[in-house]
Structures are given as C-alpha cells and as structure tokens.
C-alpha cells in the first residue's frame, strides 16, 4: 500500500512519562507505516521546557495557531516536587494553562463509549459531552477582607455603584467576564453541536445573579436564532435551562447532548462527567476556536504506571484517548486540507480501537466494566498491535 500523503503539517506536542512511551509507540506503529507523517514538532516535556525556560510551550500554541490542527501528549505540571526531581529553575506554569489561554479556544471533553462497557449511569445511552467557557469568573477574580466596620465602595468612573460597610469582619469578591468571549463561546458551541449532532443545554444561575448570569442566558439565546433553521434541519434541540434543572435534566435524560457551562460549573462538572464514564483513559479533550483545533487526551501522564514501566514491567496502560488525539488530528487535517484519503484514515484509526475492545482485548482499567463474558487482557503493546491487526483488516 502506498502511503498517504500530507498536505499540511499537524503540530506534534510531545510530552512526559507513560503517555510519552506510548505516543512513540501509536506513531511508529499505527501511522508511520500507513501515512508520510508531516508533522510540526515540539518536544514539550519537562526537561525541554526548563531547558527552553518553557518558550518550547508558547512556540508550540503558535504554531497551532499557524496550522490549524495540533495534537497533544500528557504533560507534566511542576510542583515542589518536580522541581527536585528534574532540578528545575523554577516552577513553570501548566503548559495546558499557557496554550489555552495563548489560543483563547473553548474546551470541549467528550467520552469515548461503548456497549460493551458499563457506565455508572445506565441510562446514559449515548454520550454527555461537556463545553467549558475558559475565560473568566472567580478564575480571574480578587478577594478583599473587611474588618468590622470598614467600608467598601465599588465605583464607575467614580460614580458610587454600591457600598458594603458590615459590622462583622467579611470577605469581598470580584469577578468579571468579557461580553466578546462569551459570544465566541456560545458560537463554538452552536458550530461543535451541530458538527456532532448533539442537543445542547446551556446552564446558568440567572435567578441568583441577573445581571452577570443573564447576560450569558441573552447571548447564548440571541446566538441560537443563528444556528435554529441547521438544528431544526437536523433534527436537534437547543434549551436554557436554570443550572439546578440542567443537572435533572441530564441526569434523566439518554444522552447525546453538549452540555454547555461557565467557567466553574465547566471545572466541577466534567470531573462528574468523567467519573460516570469510570476511566480517564476514555475521555477525549480538545480545544477549538479561531480556526484551531488542538487535540488531547483528559488524563495526565500516568506516573504510577511510568515508574513501574522504569522498572522493567509491561504496563497495561490504556492507549485508547492517546490514539483517539492523533486519529482526530487526522481526521481534521484531512478535512481542512480537502485530503479525503486522510481524513477516511482517522475515521478508520478510531474504529479499529473500537473493534478491538468490542472483541474482547482490554487493558485493566476496564475489566470491572467490562460487561461480556470473554475478555483478555492486553499490556499497552499487545493492545497497540491488536489494533494494529484490526486496522490493517480495515485497509
Ligand atoms: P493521571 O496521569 O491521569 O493518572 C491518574 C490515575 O488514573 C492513574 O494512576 C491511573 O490509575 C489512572 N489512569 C489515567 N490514565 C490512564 C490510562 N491511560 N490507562 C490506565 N489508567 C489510567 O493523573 P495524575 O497521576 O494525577 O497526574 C500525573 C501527571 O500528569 C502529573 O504530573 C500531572 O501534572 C499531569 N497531568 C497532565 C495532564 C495533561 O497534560 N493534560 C492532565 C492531568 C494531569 P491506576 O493507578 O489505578 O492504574
Ligand atoms: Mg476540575
């Protein structure tokens, strides 16, 4: 078979620990034969961020921004700890922290199910994904404290708005958000449900904070009647609901809905939504915006499994969301650049992942949810190579 040929380049992330061992592998294994890889790449472990004093980080996000489509390895955030270990300078920002903001896009987490495993909500038929506004909100807030008697005012140009002169000591919260961003967010969402032809819920506390929530609940309205004529030509639905009816409202319903959140509800809730759907190794997490699509899987790098990969053991660490980044990257290479070859082999990529799972070929972390009879158990290599089997019958 001749390979397929690339266009563009996709912007290649690499990272640290398990995950970093297991890119290498998906690479060499499932695309390197069948694909001319041409690939942009950032080397964005540990050691080469401290070496680069973490420039390697913001070189990498612009050059996603550059050619559209990245995919992302796990990578380590320092700590304290970290910083001994690898003798770092200092301790550099979460990388994921930096590329977001750099590309100011919308993060998207969505579950990667199957019939064949259990989900703890059995209900769910199809899946929840969630849409986190990144901006904003007590994540760009400022507290004050007020001792007993002090004053507050909060002004406009100087024009007193509202006073707060408590005969208590108090605690005081700011908190603001960009009209723009919230805009943008609600047309991401709109083009990402349509794009998957899932429902979508957006969800705010409008009731408590008219004013600041409302503001969200009017645009995500407004933008709606944009996008009404494509969901009703699809058949999809769009609702507001108050956030303590969302969550009922999900919690009832079948799925296939993108369940659209501010900036903390987003947080709390795809930890929620994660769990219900039992391993982190099947969550894909992707941010788009502006043109951009940079992809991910939800874990981090799998440390545990890392230090006993050192020690010489064959992990049975999941791959499935590590191969799922790289096949969505394909995939939507192949769509931007009109490569349909390409495109179809993403499309390929992912269902010879399904077709191994469904024939029984799990990495531990799934056995307990397991729920047909035979199964066996695979290391991180032998799955790789199952799916390597599947996909060349797919060819
Ligand atoms: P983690 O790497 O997601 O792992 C947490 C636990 O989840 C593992 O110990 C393992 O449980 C299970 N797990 C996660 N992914 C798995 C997979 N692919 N296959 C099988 N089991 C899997 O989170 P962490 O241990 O808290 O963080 C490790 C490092 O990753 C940290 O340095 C953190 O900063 C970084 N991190 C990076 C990202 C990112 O780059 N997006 C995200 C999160 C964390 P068992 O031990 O039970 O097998
Ligand atoms: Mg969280």
Redesign the pocket.
């Known amino acids: 078979m001749e390979k397929i040929k690339m266009e563009n380049p996709i912007v290649e992330m690499d990272?640290?620990?398990?995950?970093r061992v297991?890119w290498k592998d998906i690479k060499k294994e499932l695309l390197e034969p069948y694909i001319d890889l041409k690939v942009d790449y950032y080397d964005l472990s540990m050691e080469n961020r401290n070496d680069t004093d973490d420039e390697v980080t913001l070189d990498s996000a612009k050059a996603v921004e550059k050619h559209k489509v990245g995919v992302?390895?796990?990578?380590?955030?320092?700590?304290e700890d970290?910083v001994k270990e690898f003798d770092l300078k200092k301790i550099y920002p979460?990388?994921?922290a930096t590329i977001r903001a750099y590309l100011d896009g919308v993060m998207f987490r969505e579950p990667i199910t199957f019939d064949c495993l259990d989900i703890l909500i059995p209900t769910w038929k199809e899946p929840i994904a969630i849409a986190r506004h990144s901006f904003g909100d007590i994540y760009v807030s400022k507290s004050f404290s007020l001792k007993k008697g002090e004053e507050l005012n909060v002004s406009i140009n100087g024009e007193n708005k509202y006073s707060y002169k408590p005969d208590y000591d108090a605690i005081f919260l700011t908190q603001y958000n960009k009209v723009e961003s919230i805009k943008y967010f609600a047309h991401e969402c709109f083009k990402y449900a349509l794009e998957k032809k899932m429902n979508l819920i957006f969800s705010t506390k409008d009731t408590v904070v008219p004013g600041y929530d409302s503001v969200f609940k009017e645009i995500f309205n407004e933008t709606f009647e944009e996008y009404r004529k494509e969901f009703e030509k699809n058949g999809l639905v769009y609702n507001y609901y108050l956030i303590d009816n969302a969550i009922a409202q999900i919690m009832k319903s079948k799925g296939n809905i993108l369940w659209t959140l501010k900036n903390y509800d987003g947080d709390v809730m795809s930890d929620m939504i994660s769990a219900v759907y039992g391993?982190?190794?099947l969550m894909e997490?992707s941010i788009i915006g502006n043109g951009t699509y940079l992809y991910?899987?939800?874990?981090?790098?799998?440390?545990?499994?890392y230090r006993r990969y050192q020690e010489g053991e064959i992990?049975?660490?999941?791959?499935?969301?590590?191969i799922f980044t790289w096949a969505s990257g394909i995939e939507k290479r192949g769509q931007l650049d009109g490569n349909k070859e390409l495109e179809e082999f993403g499309v390929k990529l992912k269902k010879a992942v399904r077709a191994t799972i469904e024939n029984g070929f799990i990495?531990?972390?799934l056995i307990s949810s397991y729920n047909k009879k035979d199964y066996v158990k695979v290391n991180y290599i032998e799955f790789i190579e199952k799916v390597k089997e599947f996909l060349d019958k797919s060819l």
């Open positions: 990272g640290d620990e398990m995950t297991i992302k390895c796990a990578t380590i955030t320092a700590n970290r979460s990388p994921n391993s982190l190794s997490s991910e899987a939800a874990h981090g790098t799998v440390t545990d499994h992990t049975s660490t999941n791959s499935v969301a590590l990495t531990g972390d």
